[in-house]
């Protein structure tokens, strides 16, 4: 996979401290049951230390205090973030070197960076941008006045609608739409006539948006994602939403026309969020949960649950059965 | 964007009464807050006059008895609507002029219409019918047998299955599955067996259909779609379902099988129905609300709410803490 | 359609008494109310026996012990079990021709069987594999180290990253996503790091999934679907979750990180399961039903709803209203 790092070379990269042989060399990552030689592996807490003492991994990455006998270990105050780190170390984003395959249709007036990959059946709209190191999967479709900036990974058949924006080193994953018209309509003795929806679609950068997930254009001005935000899948995100920076939104949740989630939220899980509602920074909001049209949602780290939702000391029953909310739920444990 | 009209023509295709310069031309759309010379606006409540009287847009649109000062302006009973038409002439749909981009693949035996568009990579089956002012937008796909009317947009990598039909002037948003199998099956000793899918799916006209939504094809006869009737994304119908005219269904609503949703009925977000119900004509149905299998549900205007859903004035604390039920939430209001 | 089939045949395979000309020929399967001669359509309870005595089907399958006059008709203990057993018969599965579009774009390394159809503009990677008798509908994308078995349909657009696992006789709908990343991230002061996702998707044999469900790839390991599972539409599986065999999951349901959901559930549409929950064998979940993480669901038939879900005796109101329990609702209703 890649020419391996020293021990000690890890454990100063992660800040940590360094048992055994500094020199044994790693060369990939694991999961401390299936972990062969060459891999590193992590222990986050000490109550599982059999895992991490009968692993066959060439490291373990361990909660600071705790030892192994006859291991190479790293202790360190958070080992998930740390294996993170060397993840990130051991299996970089591959290069993205220059290839254009040769039926990928690419509009005379756009303008690439380079080295891109646009892959096979993909199309790139007139006066689109693309930026040097953004890989463009098989089958995606980008619009017309589209910026892409650089480092972003669009996966197969994503559709991006004419005239929106995503910044760099953003991950969008297959089939994921962005620029749908946002969903508005006035009412008059025939039916229903479609309100203009002119505005567009700002994604900053270092998001991540699920499969499947949809974000409307704005009716007028945009709808914006904030930098560092992670959506999960099947998520829906309305005109005019504003989601502030690292936001985590799980799946299936809908949100309505013009809401605003401020910074640093986390959102479970099938939360519906009415219109015109205000989430203010650092709330958390259990999964199911339902927030009123123009409810402003308390912060710093409050949590709220139920339909409506209401701060979780006020059922307390949910409470004590969900545990953890949502977040820490999907986002923050090791799935092993 | 276009050639403009005269703030007079515009007053009179609302049929309201211009104060002002009645030859000052307009050329785009625009809200009170971003507007430029040469747009016109429109003041939803008086209570906001202030936006309005501060507003750089060249003309706006006014309820009955509000005067701005200086300013040109438009009086109509709905200041709103007498927008969405203002629009629908200043931004209308542009016109299709005949294109079959050189990689789509048509089969010999469907027969388009003159002008359509067909886009990059699209797919279109055998003895598919498509009429004229229709685009098919790149990497979309036709199935045999399938019949799409007049001045419809499919949008890019919808797919239609094999023998369905798409009214005239319906809009298909990307990624839309239409025609899928309903989910049927009998269990035997061994496991599940699928029931025939062997119906087909019927959309009328003037129907716009959000991305990522998927209507199953019906087990028998058919799954239809009302004119006039709006569904967001992320919607799921099942097979044999029924939605009659004007019918607005927010998103990630899923309604299931054999399920009638009569005219007029107004369907929040994240709904659930079970199967063989029925909303009868104008019910409202609010957001999460869950709606029992074979329930019928009373119309005319009734808002329910919650699990199992209920007349709104028997959980008078949601109805006072939801205020205006789902479709005003998403789909009557100004999205500033 | 077919050459058709005596009466007595389709009643020796099913294990019923044909009563009437058992030399009749039967070529379609139909409703009892659309049905023309040389059709056969089933009666599933006495009750609506009027119907089967007014077809025009040229036989129906009735349950043991009635008897309709003047008509073809085959008894059997379970009516709608058998007219499946005779659809298949009379709507096989088309035969799977060999066939490759000259548009589509098979890696060098990919090993096809035979026969296989390979769909225009779909993409198939490096050292992929796909079984005998599969067919892979337009745009479909095939990643590098795929394995999918024999018997398969892929529909159009659907994308399967790469080194997924595809057994046979499986079905996956248009647009659905097999193995994006899982959703799972670790934060430190600047916002959140990706936790890898370096694991697989394994779906098993004779499974069917719904148009736009996703299914993530593992963190470490695999996220396993079981044999006979039976998805329907807009349904999202999480990372290092396992199905089981013959479960029926229905549309817009979320499942969690790590839960695993043992053999012959049946799960309704909309419900959500936090993430390391656990349900045992036969247990039945209502719709809408909020699981909390780590909770351990007694099987065995017993049905759950709410939120947080509980046995349906505690919630006797739902259990009175709601009448059967989802999969009922959804999967083994004639859905006329």
Redesign the interface.
């Known amino acids: 996979m890649n020419s391996g790092r020293k021990i000690s070379e890890l454990a100063a990269h992660v800040g940590g401290r360094a048992t055994g042989n500094p020199d044994e060399m790693i060369y990939d990552?694991?999961?401390l049951e299936?972990a062969g030689s060459g891999a590193i592996a992590f222990l986050e807490e000490q109550k599982f230390i059999d895992r991490a003492q009968n692993t066959n991994a060439s490291c373990v990455i361990v909660p600071e205090g705790v030892r192994l006998e006859g291991k190479n270990f790293i202790e360190v105050a958070?080992p998930?973030?740390a294996f993170?780190?060397v993840?990130?170390i051991l299996?970089p984003r591959p290069s993205v070197e220059n290839f254009r395959h040769e039926?990928a249709?690419v509009a005379a007036s756009a303008r690439l960076g380079a080295p891109v990959i646009i892959g096979?059946?993909s199309?790139v709209g007139e006066r689109a941008t693309i930026g040097a190191g953004t890989e463009i999967?098989?089958?995606a479709?980008i619009g017309a006045d589209v910026s892409i900036g650089r480092d972003c990974t669009i996966?197969?058949?994503a559709?991006l609608?004419d005239n929106v924006a995503i910044g760099d080193r953003t991950v969008l994953?297959?089939?994921v739409?962005i620029g749908?018209?946002?969903?508005?309509?006035?009412?008059?003795e025939?039916?229903?006539?479609?309100?203009?929806q002119?505005g567009t679609v700002v994604i900053e950068t270092?998001v991540?948006i699920?499969?499947?997930t949809?974000i409307?254009r704005?009716?007028?001005?945009e709808t914006r994602i904030g930098?560092?935000t992670?959506i999960?899948?099947?998520v829906?995100i309305?005109?005019?939403v504003r989601i502030g920076?690292?936001v985590?939104i799980?799946?299936?949740t809908?949100i309505?026309?013009?809401t605003v989630i401020e910074d640093d939220c986390i959102i479970g899980?099938?939360v519906?969020f009415?219109?015109?509602a205000r989430v203010e920074r650092g709330a958390i909001i259990g999964?199911?949960a339902?927030v009123?049209?123009?409810k402003i949602v308390r912060g710093n780290g409050a949590v709220y649950w139920g339909?409506?939702c209401a701060p979780a000391r006020r059922i307390q029953n949910?409470e004590r059965?969900?545990?953890?909310p949502?977040a820490d739920?999907?986002?923050?444990?090791?799935?092993?």
Chains 1, 2, 3 share one sequence.
């Open positions: 990552i694991a999961q299936n958070r998930k973030l993170v780190l993840a990130e299996r039926t249709i096979a059946y199309t999967k098989a089958g479709r996966h197969s058949n559709v609608y994953h297959a089939n739409v749908a018209d946002g969903f508005g309509y006035v009412r008059d025939t039916g229903y006539k479609k309100f203009p002119t270092d991540e699920g499969a499947h949809c409307d704005a009716a007028f001005g930098r560092g992670k999960d899948n099947l829906q309305a005109h005019n920076e690292r985590v799980a799946s299936q809908g309505s026309g013009s899980g099938q519906g009415g219109d015109h999964s199911k339902g009123l049209p123009g339909v409506p949910h059965a969900f545990g953890t949502a739920e999907k986002g923050t444990r090791p799935t092993s």
